[in-house]
Nanobody, 128 residues
Framework: QVRLVESGGGLVQTGDSLRLSCAAS????????VGWFRQVPGKERRVVAS????????HYADSVKGRFAISRDNTMNTLYLQMNELKPDDTATYYC?????????????????????WGQGTQVNVSS
Protein backbone atom coordinates (compact mmCIF):
# COMPACT_ATOMS: atom_id res chain seq x y z
CA GLN A 1 0.00 0.00 0.00
CA VAL A 2 1.30 3.43 -0.93
CA ARG A 3 0.86 6.58 1.13
CA LEU A 4 0.69 9.95 -0.64
CA VAL A 5 1.35 13.41 0.77
CA GLU A 6 0.91 16.56 -1.32
CA SER A 7 2.69 19.86 -0.86
CA GLY A 8 3.33 23.07 -2.75
CA GLY A 9 -0.06 24.73 -2.76
CA GLY A 10 -0.57 28.35 -1.86
CA LEU A 11 -1.93 31.74 -2.86
CA VAL A 12 -0.69 33.15 -6.15
CA GLN A 13 -1.75 35.75 -8.69
CA THR A 14 -3.09 35.22 -12.19
CA GLY A 15 -0.28 34.27 -14.54
CA ASP A 16 1.97 32.87 -11.82
CA SER A 17 3.37 29.35 -11.64
CA LEU A 18 3.34 26.70 -8.93
CA ARG A 19 4.73 23.21 -8.69
CA LEU A 20 2.85 20.69 -6.62
CA SER A 21 4.66 17.68 -5.23
CA CYS A 22 3.27 14.37 -4.07
CA ALA A 23 5.67 12.33 -1.95
CA ALA A 24 4.99 8.61 -1.92
CA SER A 25 5.99 6.18 0.80
CA UNK A 26 5.39 2.54 1.54
CA UNK A 27 5.87 1.42 -2.04
CA UNK A 28 7.51 2.73 -5.17
CA UNK A 29 5.34 5.11 -7.13
CA UNK A 30 6.74 3.50 -10.29
CA UNK A 31 4.38 0.57 -9.66
CA UNK A 32 1.27 2.70 -10.18
CA UNK A 33 -0.58 4.69 -12.75
CA VAL A 34 -0.88 8.13 -11.18
CA GLY A 35 -2.86 11.31 -11.47
CA TRP A 36 -3.73 14.73 -10.16
CA PHE A 37 -7.32 15.73 -9.46
CA ARG A 38 -8.89 18.92 -8.23
CA GLN A 39 -12.10 19.75 -6.44
CA VAL A 40 -14.00 22.86 -5.48
CA PRO A 41 -16.73 22.89 -2.83
CA GLY A 42 -20.01 21.49 -4.08
CA LYS A 43 -18.53 19.91 -7.18
CA GLU A 44 -17.15 16.50 -7.99
CA ARG A 45 -13.47 15.71 -8.02
CA ARG A 46 -12.17 15.88 -11.57
CA VAL A 47 -8.98 14.79 -13.23
CA VAL A 48 -6.35 17.38 -14.09
CA ALA A 49 -3.66 15.09 -15.48
CA SER A 50 -2.73 11.44 -15.31
CA UNK A 51 0.01 9.04 -16.37
CA UNK A 52 -0.06 5.38 -17.21
CA UNK A 53 2.19 2.84 -15.59
CA UNK A 54 5.57 3.32 -17.23
CA UNK A 55 4.56 6.81 -18.39
CA UNK A 56 3.62 5.47 -21.82
CA UNK A 57 0.57 7.72 -22.12
CA UNK A 58 -0.62 10.94 -20.54
CA HIS A 59 -3.99 12.62 -20.22
CA TYR A 60 -4.72 16.28 -19.55
CA ALA A 61 -8.02 17.96 -18.94
CA ASP A 62 -8.81 20.35 -21.79
CA SER A 63 -8.77 23.29 -19.39
CA VAL A 64 -5.11 22.78 -18.49
CA LYS A 65 -3.58 21.57 -21.76
CA GLY A 66 -0.51 23.59 -22.64
CA ARG A 67 -0.28 25.09 -19.14
CA PHE A 68 0.16 22.13 -16.77
CA ALA A 69 2.62 19.24 -16.90
CA ILE A 70 2.57 16.02 -14.90
CA SER A 71 5.78 14.12 -14.22
CA ARG A 72 7.29 11.72 -11.75
CA ASP A 73 10.74 11.07 -10.38
CA ASN A 74 10.99 7.43 -9.40
CA THR A 75 14.33 7.94 -7.64
CA MET A 76 12.68 10.55 -5.39
CA ASN A 77 9.45 8.53 -5.27
CA THR A 78 7.59 11.75 -6.02
CA LEU A 79 4.89 12.89 -8.44
CA TYR A 80 4.79 16.49 -9.66
CA LEU A 81 2.35 18.87 -11.26
CA GLN A 82 3.92 21.95 -12.83
CA MET A 83 1.25 24.61 -13.21
CA ASN A 84 1.94 27.65 -15.38
CA GLU A 85 -0.18 30.62 -16.43
CA LEU A 86 -2.50 30.07 -13.52
CA LYS A 87 -6.02 31.44 -13.69
CA PRO A 88 -8.66 32.08 -11.01
CA ASP A 89 -10.58 29.06 -12.37
CA ASP A 90 -7.65 26.88 -11.27
CA THR A 91 -8.50 27.62 -7.64
CA ALA A 92 -9.24 24.28 -5.99
CA THR A 93 -7.99 21.62 -3.64
CA TYR A 94 -5.55 19.45 -5.55
CA TYR A 95 -5.17 15.75 -4.84
CA CYS A 96 -2.66 13.23 -6.08
CA UNK A 97 -3.76 9.65 -6.58
CA UNK A 98 -2.38 6.23 -7.45
CA UNK A 99 -4.06 3.42 -9.30
CA UNK A 100 -3.11 -0.12 -8.35
CA UNK A 101 -3.40 -2.93 -10.83
CA UNK A 102 -3.91 -0.68 -13.82
CA UNK A 103 -2.05 -2.28 -16.73
CA UNK A 104 -3.44 -0.18 -19.55
CA UNK A 105 -0.35 1.27 -21.19
CA UNK A 106 -2.28 3.16 -23.86
CA UNK A 107 -4.91 5.15 -21.96
CA UNK A 108 -4.15 7.09 -18.82
CA UNK A 109 -6.87 6.64 -16.18
CA UNK A 110 -9.08 9.67 -15.83
CA UNK A 111 -11.91 8.86 -13.42
CA UNK A 112 -11.69 9.02 -9.66
CA UNK A 113 -13.04 5.46 -9.42
CA UNK A 114 -9.92 4.29 -11.28
CA UNK A 115 -7.74 5.27 -8.33
CA UNK A 116 -7.25 3.43 -5.06
CA UNK A 117 -4.98 5.70 -3.05
CA TRP A 118 -5.30 9.41 -2.37
CA GLY A 119 -3.40 12.16 -0.66
CA GLN A 120 -4.99 14.59 1.75
CA GLY A 121 -5.00 17.48 -0.71
CA THR A 122 -3.27 20.83 -1.02
CA GLN A 123 -5.09 24.13 -1.57
CA VAL A 124 -4.32 26.35 -4.53
CA ASN A 125 -5.81 29.84 -4.65
CA VAL A 126 -5.32 32.06 -7.68
CA SER A 127 -6.30 35.69 -7.27
CA SER A 128 -7.38 37.88 -10.17
Amino acid sequence: QVRLVESGGGLVQTGDSLRLSCAASGQSISRYAVGWFRQVPGKERRVVASLTLGDTAVHYADSVKGRFAISRDNTMNTLYLQMNELKPDDTATYYCAASAGNRDYYNAPRWSDDFNYWGQGTQVNVSS
